[in-house]
Each structure stands twice: as C-alpha cells, then as structure tokens.
C-alpha cells in the first residue's frame, strides 16, 4: 500500500528486532507479527492517500517499544536550500 502512494517504507534493524520479540513473547507465530505489523501502520495506511508530501515511513525501535509515531521524511527535507 505505501507503494501504490510512492512512499518507501522502512524498518531499522532495531526495529526489526523489536517486532520479533513481541511476536516471540505473543507466543502465536505469523499472527503476532501481522496483528503488531497492522497496529503499527493502520493510521499511515489510509492517512497516505491524502499526503501527497511523504516520502518515506521509516519504523524505528521506539516506534515500536513505545508507541511513538515513525519517522516521516517529506519533499520538503528533499529540496535542496
């Protein structure tokens, strides 16, 4: 989804290992993973479509541990000055 709007969405390795752990700990395999996965970016998902300045989403450990919003670079920060 976050292709069809020209959006890269990336994850850093910290974050990465954060969503294993909560799948590891949620005990239910694949499932955790979507359902952690769903949570994370349900708002960006149909947020997306009426954002025509985000570039990329990139998912960070403390997107994760602590529910805080991903990091969201725009066409602004590409311009140069």
Sequence with gaps: MFAEEN???????????AIAQKAIDAGTGARAL???LEDL?????YD???RTDVTEVI?????IIHKNPPLIKTLEEKRPA
């Design 41 to 45: 970016l349900r708002d960006w998902m």
């Design 48 to 50: 997306l479509p009426s």
């Design 7 to 17: 959006v890269k969405l990336s994850f850093t390795p910290e974050a990465l290992q």
């Design 59 to 63: 998912v960070e450990k403390d997107t």
């Design 34 to 36: 979507r359902m952690i």
